[in-house]
């Protein structure tokens, strides 16, 4: 993602910025954010049988959440209920997200879409194909049926669930703390509250971990804590089948919903998912929005492939991930007097849940077949004046050679289709939706574009592991600026049509990483790896530091060696995830000098990039191993070895 997400404090009232990668997300507005009142310890789930708390557990919030593990049933019963979450124990980044107990196989988006009303009508629904990984009496999804944002938020119902055709049952709980050895459905209310932070806090001073993360409505640093200790929504679809689900099984879930979908708000107070335009819906989701206008497995590494059918009125464009496979006119019908449209797009690459695209409007919708058959898709609101559509279409044509330029260090592109559309929401932020960038507001900028389109191998492609991982495919994005950047330095010199990057490029790119190293500022303060809620998308510590990291690794390894480390991370993760353990020994198969001393510096050279904090403000305390030309100590010593 990239983009400065700036919105009013006030839920509804946006102030628009635009064209910057979704970095620092500030708003200088206070606002009165609403706080969640609506669950107390009744409102946890009533519908699982899983882990049985001891009376004990409801008496206060401070006992230990370990000194339980001895009252645990002796071995889990063959059949249980699914995790209702994916993260850890301790997770302070939207860990009320993510599905255990089965995998995300196919998912059908079959919308049926007024955008007059903007109301999802009946027959609308999401169709999920998944795969058991243990016997299961109960599974969940994440949905956000509803918000206290009663304008942009979302306003859905939920009519029926069936798995494999039969009825099932449903019902909305609360998240638990994930790992919380009294179950989740512990009645403890502690379990299930909000915070920025491990401990919750909070006026009771909750010494556990938080279940969810807050959703506030203004991005005044101060109020980022307004909602510690609150009771987190119940956004958790609960699904029982009338049978048991064996291990292994695939079962088939289509949930059946309708009303208004909407915007999520974040744990920094910006929002994202399913913007109102006056001609339809915009969606951009970035990191947890899609659960507010459809139900999935919210979670980065869940990943199905998609079909999207969508019905819209007659002459509106509905525009998805994929490729565009039909479009279909049906006859007037009372939804639609006027007729429909469906449209047919399909993935067959898998797409994270925070990069399906589903927009509909009035776009003008163009596609070109490239020389290796790549099909680039390009859409805009027709309401954007035309002037500046003419600007925006001569940067959108520029998509093909960013994708020429960037497959030389990151190796093919990764799916059969690329695109972009401009919508006109204010979101204030852009993003790298799957193979059909998104850019707000009404234009687009040709830096940002090729952030974005890096996305397409990092993140998108080769998916972070979880939340705290976001670092790793933002800091590789803002490099393809940073790369653009030296590209034009190399135009400026005269270098142009030299195939190879040459002396200009590398010179920029070595000027760039010593103005950031010489910065002081909060990219120091906070660790890339740990950030909250409210610091995760800091434009300095999640999208800068992690830069400058990539130029530093680039110089230690050698400028064909970082590119073949990068391809070789999308040869063996491309279509799943990577963790940091991960990342970094791709990067140590790729070190030019394979002696312990210097596995033992890139070790430490990693952790300090990207997992220490440096509390000093002024940047007096920061990474101290650079690499070769650049300003701060050099990865080698004098003799290019690592004895330093
Ligand atoms: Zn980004």
């Known amino acids: 993602m990239s983009g400065w997400r700036t919105h009013g404090g006030r839920v509804g009232e946006f102030v628009v910025s635009h064209q910057h990668p979704r970095h620092s997300r500030r708003n200088a507005i206070g606002g009165v954010g609403f706080r969640f009142v609506v669950a107390s310890a009744l409102a946890v789930a009533t519908s699982c049988v899983g882990l049985v708390a001891p009376a004990s557990a409801a008496s206060s919030p401070g006992r230990s959440i370990l000194d339980s593990a001895s009252s645990l049933p002796a071995a889990a019963a063959a059949c249980s209920p699914g995790a209702h979450t994916l ?21 059908n988006v079959d919308m049926v879409y007024d955008a007059t009303t903007n109301r999802f009508l009946a027959g609308n629904d999401v169709e999920l194909t998944d795969q058991a990984t243990q016997c299961l009496t109960s599974f969940s999804l994440d949905f956000e049926p509803t918000s206290l944002d009663m304008v942009d938020g979302p306003d859905m119902i939920v009519g029926s669930v069936t798995v494999d055709g039969q009825p099932a049952g449903f019902s909305f709980v609360q998240p638990t703390f994930p790992g919380d050895p009294y179950g989740q459905a512990d009645p403890n209310p502690a379990a299930h509250e909000v915070s920025q932070t491990d401990p919750v ?18 991005t005044d640093a101060s109020l980022q804590n307004a909602q510690n200790g609150d009771q987190c929504p119940a956004d958790k679809l609960v699904i029982t089948p009338t049978k048991k689900i064996r291990n292994g099984a695939t079962f088939t879930v289509v949930v059946n919903y309708t009303g208004r979908p909407g915007v999520h708000h974040d744990g920094d107070g910006t929002t994202e998912g399913w913007f109102r335009s006056s001609d339809g819906g915009f969606v951009t989701t970035e990191p947890v929005g899609s659960e507010a206008w459809m139900p999935l497995n919210d979670f980065p590494t869940a990943k199905p492939t998609y079909d999207f059918y969508d019905t819209v009125g007659a002459g509106l464009t509905a525009i998805t991930n994929g490729r565009l496979v039909s479009t279909t006119p049906d006859p007037a019908s009372a939804e639609f007097p006027a007729g429909s449209t469906t449209w047919h797009w399909t ?33 805009q609101d027709t309401s954007i004046p035309a002037a500046q559509q003419a600007k925006n279409l001569k940067i959108m044509n520029l998509q093909e050679n960013i994708t020429d330029f960037e497959s030389q260090f990151n190796g093919p592109y990764p799916f059969t289709s690329a695109g972009i559309i401009i919508g006109t929401p204010p979101a204030s932020f852009e993003e790298e939706m799957q193979t059909m960038i998104t850019f707000a507001g009404g234009s687009i900028g040709t830096s940002v574009l090729y952030h974005e389109n890096m996305h397409q191998w990092w993140g998108d492609n080769v998916t972070e592991s979880g939340y705290d ?7 590789l994005a803002t490099l393809a600026q940073a ?13 142009t049509g030299t195939p190879a990057r040459t002396a200009t490029f590398d010179a920029s790119l070595v000027s760039q990483f010593d103005k950031r190293y010489a910065k002081g500022g909060s990219a ?20 800068q530091r992690p830069m400058a990291a990539y130029i530093a690794l680039r110089q230690i390894l050698g400028d064909a060696n970082f590119a ?23 990067f140590h198969q790729w070190m030019p000098d394979q002696s312990t ?29 650079t690499g070769p030309g650049l300003d701060g100590p050099n990865f080698y010593d004098q003799n290019g070895g690592c004895s330093t």
């Open 87 to 107: 993260g850890s124990l301790g997770d302070r980044l939207y860990p009320e997200t993510g599905n255990g107990g089965y995998l995300s196989v196919h998912t």
């Open 201 to 218: 806090g909070g006026p009771l001073d909750n010494p556990l971990p938080p279940a969810c993360s807050p959703e506030l409505t203004s």
């Open 347 to 379: 993935s067959s690459a898998p797409i994270a849940s925070y990069l399906v695209e589903d927009s509909v409007g009035f776009y003008t919708l163009s596609e070109h077949t490239g020389p290796t058959g790549i099909v680039f898709y390009e859409a």
């Open 469 to 475: 991982m976001t670092f790793y495919k933002e800091g």
């Open 483 to 495: 790369f653009y950047t030296a590209l034009r330095a190399e135009h400026a010199a005269g270098d």
């Open 524 to 543: 120091w303060v906070g660790a890339p790896s740990d950030p909250t809620p409210y610091t995760f998308f800091s434009n300095a510590t999640t999208y």
């Open 564 to 586: 073949g480390a990068l391809q070789e991370i999308q040869r063996d993760y491309g279509g799943g995830n990577i963790d940091e353990v991960r990342l970094e020994a791709a």
């Open 597 to 625: 001393s210097c596995s033992l510096r890139l070790d430490a050279f990693f952790t300090q990039w990207f997992d220490t904090a440096y509390p000093s403000a002024n940047g007096a305390t920061k990474p101290q191993i």
